[in-house]
């Protein structure tokens, strides 16, 4: 019987051993998108306890969490860190066969070099110890990400973001390169008219561009594109239900336009054509810098209204939908790629039924100019554990190259969830060792080795050029 979490943890050959401690365990991160807060890496912020760095804004705990009873208080609410530390305790170990629970105490040894299992027993003195940890200069925000050896981590941020935290860290000669990438959904939110047109008054002061017309509005956001490349920006992103790719004419998205600065209520067709449009726009942008665009699709939000009122979003009320993903996806980049402006492309998909529609999309539009120009992203939110990383990982390999897949990211809000490019590399490695001592790839432990590390590093750092 294997022990909990060993140095050989996921992995179940003597290859699979050799292919993770030889070639993967060692290599640097580069984490291409997370949610981290820039004003937090800039100013290297030193954290209270593990409360504020593990469970504030973490929605996979807090799910687990009410699903296990606990009170909002002790999740989102005014109970102290340390009262909420203790009811994610006594839910951990309910939390078998939950990612959580394998993720939970991978942080805990990796950062903080705790071996025992959270529990009620043990949370207080876990509580104390990561507390004490974290008031170290070893343990501040910087402090944790050079301990998971990190290269690059690229953050979200919003086309009227100043950016005045990475121009902060950008002066100083730190190990690792903190980046933005382009955000522009609230920039094409016409779903709500109202938040809209607050956006585009936001986006006429940052830019010092008058807004009137559509003109205006796409000449104040290319600025802003121009000013996230003079930064350092070199990815956008979109997290999208499906990709929209309705046809249109110009004079439509201005006559669009002018009806949403109006304040005048546009047709369902109406909206979707605007979406469509700024997509091509913001992808046009894209390939005229050679960025890498990011499109995460699937998931269905705030499916609770009831909390959506008390808390607002992204407060774990969020789930997999079953959006129709093909026909949109592949007239749109298809549009891109007949007029040659259609850059690197990432498709992350979150409903498990579509692993195989992605993963033969990307091969329409993988030209040969670049290796793995477009690619299916690794597996993403729900997804991102044991099972799921596994089925994207078998489906690219059935139905495309895996060789040249561009690895892990986090996804994540946590300056402790860096692990998880640990797990995936983990699973990445037993996965081939399992093969390999099948007898159904070739035993050759150096090329397997080259894949593996490319997988794991050196593809971003091809693919990315940060």
């Not at 999740?75 to 009262?83: F, K, L, Q, R, V």
């Not at 956008?236 to 009806?259: C, M, N």
């Not at 980049?333 to 195989?356: G, M």
């Amino acid at each position: 019987m294997k022990a909990f979490l060993d140095d050989n943890f996921l992995l179940n050959t003597k290859t699979a051993e050799e292919l993770y401690h030889n070639y993967s365990k060692h290599l640097p991160i580069i984490d291409y998108h997370n949610h981290l807060i820039p004003e937090q890496i800039a100013n290297d912020v030193k954290f209270d306890n593990i409360s504020q760095v593990w469970l504030h804004g973490d929605h996979y705990k807090w799910r687990a969490m009410r699903a296990n009873g606990v009170n909002e208080r002790y999740i989102t609410g005014d109970a102290s860190d340390e009262e909420k530390f203790i009811k994610w305790a006594e839910t951990v170990p309910y939390t078998l066969r939950n990612p959580l629970h394998h993720w939970t105490h991978l942080e805990l040894q990796r950062y903080f070099g705790i071996t025992d299992l959270l529990s009620p027993k043990t949370a207080a003195k876990i509580y104390s110890d990561t507390g004490a940890l974290l008031q170290q200069d070893s343990h501040s925000v910087r402090g944790l990400l050079k301990m998971m050896n990190v290269e690059v981590v690229c953050t979200t941020d919003d086309p009227i973001d100043s950016l005045e935290f990475h121009q902060q860290f950008a002066k100083e000669k730190e190990s690792f390169k903190m980046l933005p990438a382009f955000r522009p959904d609230k920039a094409m939110n016409s779903d709500d008219i109202v938040a809209l047109n607050k956006y585009i008054d936001t986006l006429e002061k940052v830019s010092d561009i008058q807004i009137n017309s559509l003109n205006d509005y796409l000449r104040a956001l290319k600025t802003r594109h121009d000013f996230f490349a003079a930064n350092g920006c070199k990815v956008s992103d979109h997290g999208l239900e499906q990709i929209y790719a309705e046809d249109y004419t110009e004079q439509e998205i201005v006559a669009i336009f002018d009806k949403i600065r109006t304040q005048k209520e546009i047709s369902f067709t109406e909206n979707l054509k605007f979406k469509s449009a700024m997509l091509i726009y913001f992808a046009e942008w894209d390939h005229e810098k050679g960025w890498v665009q990011q499109y995460h699709l699937g998931a269905l939000r705030n499916n609770n209204a009831r909390m959506h009122r008390l808390i607002g979003p992204d407060t774990g009320w969020d789930s997999i939908g079953d959006f129709s993903q093909a026909r949109a996806l592949s007239k749109f980049l298809n549009k891109l790629d007949n007029q040659d402006k259609l850059t690197k492309t990432i498709l992350y998909n979150l409903n498990p039924a579509d692993n195989e529609l992605i993963a033969t999309m990307i091969g329409n539009f993988n030209d040969g100019s670049i290796k793995g120009k477009i690619q299916f992203g690794s597996a993403w939110w729900f997804l991102d554990q044991k099972d799921g990383m596994t089925k994207q990982i078998n489906t690219l390999s059935n139905m495309g190259l895996l060789s040249r897949l561009v690895g892990m990211l986090t996804d994540s809000r946590s300056f402790l969830s860096f692990p998880r490019h640990e797990y995936f590399r983990r699973l990445l490695c037993d996965i081939f060792g399992q093969d390999i001592e099948k007898g159904e790839i070739p035993n050759d432990i150096e090329w397997v080795g080259k894949i593996i590390q490319d997988i794991s590093y050196n593809n971003a750092k091809e693919y990315f050029e940060f």
